[in-house]
């Protein structure tokens, strides 16, 4: 079955492009020149807006050739001699784009910025993940900035990291202009209205067709392929049978349980030979873990013959030889480094982020020079990696979250099912997709049946957000202008609309059943002047309470004030021009008001159906704002704030880049690492790392009996980070206190010396490299911001900037650019 077509019609009357001046013409013509096919009219129409100077934001499947829009932004400010920033959400895709770059511009045109990697940071094009990007424009808001490409920009709805997209686009200069590529998204138009709002008009373009045909077949345990509209297999004997007694039906239900317990997918060894026959390879196989990756590649290599011609096998060893010999540090002979070295030789590779960047860079390369025909792959690889198949595999539509298992989301299937089908080479891509259960099939034609789902808004405002804030704006009405530029409140705020027409209705009919006249206005502009009297009674007796100080005394419980920079002169001049505003409703002079109040009050249906709604509109309205009082609170609470002023602690929390920053100030202000060694410091630092996917103790417990200083460190950790935990209950702040030692035993070995890293991993770490080394990036990362600081004391500095000295080398360091 072909996929379904787009659900996204074409936006309607979208304007074209202004006439191009004959110098734009030229330089687009030039443009074209360097490719050997022609633009697709989406293109061209993106890149004229961009040749026009306007913001463009092109939503496309994967593989229709949405880069080709930023390459021309790159092209066209090289040739103006401006520069164009690149941004993307992962290190990985970072560290490619700067490679790509690299070779097309040369590396004196080319930078990159990654929190622990800079190299030419002065370079026309600069390369950089969004959070350097977040801060750069929060510190110095740049003028210098032509473009600003934002690859990926689907992120907006990602749950971690969606909150520094929004801020980079509040916070951009109008003189930048914005490239943003996204996946296929539904709500694309919502997207471009709000950032037309809070940064400058931007033209939203929609390409729905992929540019190789996709099919979507099932794939039954058996290994037996299907087609979507199929008749469905019938159910076991075990499903339809009939309970007619209790002891029965407990007898056949275990039955059936245990019948489908051991049901599983098709295996690879099943499913590669049927796609080897229909010559759907190479493929990318997508497995939702790192352990059943490394169990297909192992059972793969067990029963099956090599992929690979034997003409080609050479090509395999030289470029594994030329790997080993351009990264010295890599152990051939490590469990998983030799099962995916075995792999490749047979044309098979392994994909997921415990693998060494470096053997993951490998594998790209051999599949992309198509000498590796299948990879066993997590679903990382699916996030803007270049690595286009002529198949793609999806082992099943489930997969396992923080809360259990949950459903694929469509767009998440899409991104993996947009891998297949090779433009330019392929006629058609097929994406089969695995089944494991008689629900499984209803799940997968259910799931392609859909719409693709729309992006919600993940803003939440951290502590480096809300201190940045206060100190750039220091007024609380400023700070909440801005707080509530956010693609939340904007969706808030659509949301709002339809909650007061709900309302407005619901009022209507309730009144006519109820029997209250309006003799004048109606009961909605009876309720809206009601609110805003509430409003105004709220405010004064807010000002009643604000001491000389600009302090709230005797607030209520869980009652939440601008806790810093109003006077009372500030705060009499609100309330006097609320109370204004007031006074000028009809509804304030009119002598049904009071009747008609009469009439609301003895109403209990209209009561209840009125304090719903209008709980809903306040939540939806107050929501972001009340976060950031909260997160204020808590700044001020650990005297990272004095009025509007941020404390050395306050201003060190604005700089970090971390799950927590306010954890890690404290860590910093404590006198932790005073008298501490840099291997030791670089030890107790790791214990706020972000969270690990697996925490283990057993290495740390060891490494700190034979250090007693570092263990009491350890232990004062600990509680400063349950004070930080419980202060952020008590204000109903819900940021991450992530604190382990899950790295504290590697990091202290390799920081004070140890140069065999596989007995480092063996001896403190016991899990994949590839973790490993991405926590020493991060660490080195941390290091360094702690270190730039001119907020912490000298020697403190100086012991970071060793510790990173240690840190940052050998198989570390080789990873940094990988």
């Given at each position: ?6 659900v ?28 050997p ?55 990985a ?41 977040r ?32 801020e ?19 709500n ?16 939203p ?36 049978v ?18 489908w ?12 030979p ?90 790209e390369?051999?599949?992309?020079r ?25 082992q ?23 891998r ?278 057993m ?25 930080v935990?419980?202060?952020?209950q ?12 899950t ?76």
């Amino acid at each position: 079955m072909k996929a379904a077509p787009p659900v996204n019609p074409p936006l309607a009357n979208a304007p074209a492009p202004p006439p191009s001046r004959p110098e734009d013409e030229a330089l687009l013509e030039a443009f074209r020149q360097r490719y050997p096919f022609a633009l697709d009219p989406f293109q061209e129409q993106a890149i004229r807006w961009v040749l026009s100077g306007e913001s463009v934001l092109v939503s496309a499947p994967t593989g229709a050739g949405k880069t080709l829009i930023a390459e021309f932004a790159i092209y066209q400010a090289l040739a103006a001699q401006r520069r164009v920033i690149y941004t993307t959400p992962l290190k990985a895709l970072s560290n490619q784009k700067y490679a790509d770059f690299v070779r097309q511009y040369g590396g004196d045109l080319v930078g990159i910025l990654t929190g622990d990697v800079k190299v030419n940071p002065g370079a026309p094009v600069l390369v950089m993940t969004t959070e350097i990007l977040r801060n750069l424009l929060f510190r110095e808001r740049p003028q210098d900035i032509a473009t600003a490409v934002l690859d990926e920009c689907h992120y907006l709805g990602d749950q971690g990291r969606g909150t520094v997209w929004e801020e980079i686009i509040i916070n951009a200069p109008q003189t930048i202009q914005l490239v943003g590529l996204s996946a296929t998204v539904s709500n694309l138009t919502e997207i471009a209205t709000w950032i037309g709002e809070v940064h400058r008009p931007i033209h939203p373009i929609l390409h729905s067709v992929r540019p190789v045909p996709l099919t979507f077949l099932l794939c039954h345990p058996d290994g037996e392929f299907a087609a979507l509209d199929a008749p469905r297999r019938p159910t076991p004997p075990a499903a339809r049978v009939r309970f007619h007694s209790r002891e029965a039906r407990g007898r056949d239900r275990d039955r059936f349980r245990q019948h489908w317990e051991r049901r599983r997918p098709a295996s690879p060894t099943q499913v590669i030979p049927r796609l080897r026959e229909r010559r759907w390879l190479p493929a990318i196989y997508f497995i939702f873990s790192r352990a059943g990756c490394e169990r297909a590649l192992s059972r793969y290599l067990d029963d099956e013959d090599s992929l690979l011609p034997a003409e080609r096998r050479a090509e395999v060893e030289e470029a594994i030889a030329n790997t080993l010999r351009d990264y010295p540090s890599i152990v051939a002979e490590t469990e998983v480094n030799a099962l995916l070295f075995a792999g490749l030789r047979r044309g098979a590779g392994m994909h997921h982020a415990g693998i060494l960047p470096a053997l993951k860079r490998l594998t790209e390369i051999l599949f992309e020079r198509g000498l590796v025909r299948v990879v066993f792959a997590t679903e990382t690889m699916s996030l803007g990696i270049h690595m286009p198949a002529k198949a793609v595999v999806i082992q099943g539509v489930r997969k396992r979250s923080d809360a259990g298992f949950r459903r694929l989301s469509l767009n998440e299937l899409t991104q993996m099912a947009g891998r297949a089908g090779r433009r330019g080479i392929d006629p058609d891509g097929t994406c089969l997709i695995g089944l494991d259960s008689p629900e499984a099939e209803d799940d997968a034609r259910e799931l392609l049946a859909g719409e693709p789902e729309p992006i919600q808004s993940q803003f939440r405002v951290g502590y480096s957000s809300a201190a940045l804030l206060v100190d750039l704006y220091r007024e609380p009405a400023a700070v909440r202008r801005v707080i509530e530029s956010s693609f939340g409140q904007f969706q808030n705020r659509l949301r709002m609309e339809r909650v007061e027409a709900e309302r407005a209705e619901l009022l209507t009919n309730l009144g006519k059943a109820e029997g209250i006249e309006s003799p004048c206005c109606t009961l909605v502009d009876l309720l809206h002047y009601r609110e805003q009297r509430t409003a105004v009674e709220a405010e004064r007796e807010r000002v009643r309470r604000l001491g000389p100080g600009g302090r709230a005394k005797g607030r209520r419980r869980g009652e939440v004030d601008s806790p810093w920079s109003e006077d009372l002169h500030t705060a009499r001049q609100r309330l006097e021009a609320m109370s204004l505003a007031l006074s000028q409703v009809p509804c304030h002079r009119c002598p049904n008001r009071g009747n008609q109040e009469r009439q609301l009050k003895r109403s209990d249906r209209v009561r209840q159906a009125l304090e719903d709604r209008g709980r809903t509109l306040r939540e939806l309205k107050d929501s972001y704002w009340e976060q950031c009082l909260r997160v204020v609170e808590v700044l001020r609470h650990f005297d990272c704030l004095e009025g509007a002023t941020l404390t050395p602690m306050g201003r060190l929390i604005s700089s970090l880049r971390h799950d927590n920053e306010l954890l890690v100030a404290r860590v910093a202000f404590s006198g932790l690492f005073t008298g501490l060694a840099p291997a030791e410091a670089a030890a107790l630092l790791a214990c706020v790392v972000e969270e690990p996917r697996e925490t283990e103790t057993m290495f740390a417990r060891q490494i700190l009996k034979k250090l007693p200083q570092l263990r009491r460190r350890v232990q004062a950790l600990e509680s400063l980070a349950a004070e930080v935990d419980r202060v952020q209950q008590s204000r109903r702040v819900y940021r991450p206190v992530s604190l382990h030692t899950t790295y504290l035993a590697a990091a202290y070995e390799w920081a004070a010396g140890e140069d065999d890293w596989v007995r480092l991993i063996r001896n403190c770490f016991g899990s994949h490299e590839g973790d490993l080394i991405r926590a020493f990036r991060r660490l080195i990362d941390l290091c360094r911001q702690l270190a730039e600081s001119p907020e912490l004391p000298d020697d403190l500095r100086t012991t970071l900037r060793e510790a990173v000295k240690m840190l940052d080398r050998g198989i570390v360091l080789e990873s940094a650019l990988i």
